[in-house]
Nanobody, 115 residues
C-alpha cells in the first residue's frame, strides 16, 4: 500500500508563500493521479488542485493564479507552491493518490495564514 507523507506547512503572513511536499512510497507514483485537498475548521474537505499521471492540472477557482501543483516522478514527490496566501487559505492540507480502486490520503499538514 502506498504511503503519503506531507510536509511544508506552517504559519505565514498574508501575501506570503509556502511550498508543500508530499512524499510517496513505492514504485508506482508515476501512475497515480495526485491531488491536494484542504479542510478548514467547520467546513468540508475540498479539492485545491490535481495533476494527472500525464501532467494535466486542474485548480479550484479560489486558488487559480496563486497556487501551482507539480510532480517529480523521479523523486516520488508531489508539490504545491502557494503564493499570495490569504487568510481564507488557512486549513489542513492533504495529499491524495488515486489509481483504479486505490484512494490513499496522507495525514495532512497545517497551513495557517495570519497577520
Amino acid at each position: 500500500q502506498v504511503q503519503l507523507v506531507e510536509s511544508g506547512g506552517g504559519l505565514v503572513q498574508p501575501g506570503g508563500s509556502l511550498r508543500l511536499s508530499c512524499a510517496a512510497s513505492g514504485s508506482a507514483f508515476r501512475l497515480y493521479a495526485m491531488g491536494w485537498y484542504r479542510q478548514a475548521p467547520g467546513k468540508e474537505r475540498e479539492l485545491v488542485a490535481s495533476i494527472t499521471s500525464g501532467g494535466m492540472t486542474n485548480y479550484a477557482d479560489s486558488v487559480k493564479g496563486r497556487f501551482t501543483i507539480s510532480r517529480d516522478n523521479a523523486k516520488n514527490t508531489l508539490y504545491l507552491q502557494m503564493n499570495s496566501l490569504k487568510l481564507e487559505d488557512t486549513a489542513v492540507y492533504y495529499c491524495n493518490a488515486k489509481l483504479l480502486q486505490l484512494d490513499r490520503w496522507g495525514q495532512g499538514t497545517q497551513v495557517t495564514v495570519s497577520g
